[in-house]
């Protein structure tokens, strides 16, 4: 059982930065590819980045290409989400997280999930 708590979130004006937490309970974090989703009203839940379980690999939604940065300290059972360059639609509630399959997680097949954090970049 794998337990998420998101941090970071907050009101930011276009063009600022926001650095997303995901603190992780467990053991066996390293063991899990983490991943970073995110949902606007009205609109379904969809895939921001991911970072496999030694941070070699990371995979990013093409609307966020250049500007997030995803990361992970596994000693410290935490997954990172640098926003820069934000925009308006970048607005959402964000969610972190965790499966055993890298693969599955890019398809949006994960295990857990935590409550999510609230993302407003006004215009």
């Known amino acids: 059982q794998v337990q998420l708590v998101e941090s970071g979130g907050g009101l930011v004006q276009a063009g600022g930065s926001l650095r997303l937490s995901c603190a992780a309970s467990?053991?066996?974090?390293?063991?899990?590819?983490m991943g970073w989703f995110r949902q606007a009203p009205g609109k379904e839940r969809e895939f921001v980045a991911a970072i496999s379980g030694g941070g070699g690999s990371t995979s990013y939604a093409d609307s966020v290409k250049g500007r997030f940065t995803i990361s992970r300290d596994n000693a410290k059972n935490t997954v990172y989400l640098q926003m820069n360059s934000l925009k308006p639609e970048d607005t959402a509630v964000y969610y972190c997280?965790?499966?055993?399959?890298?693969?599955?997680?890019?398809?949006?097949?994960?295990?857990?999930w935590g409550q999510g954090t609230q993302v407003t970049v006004s215009s």
């Open positions: 997280a965790a499966d055993g399959s890298w693969v599955d997680l890019l398809k949006a097949e994960y295990d857990y």
């Open positions: 467990g053991r066996t974090f390293s063991r899990y590819a």
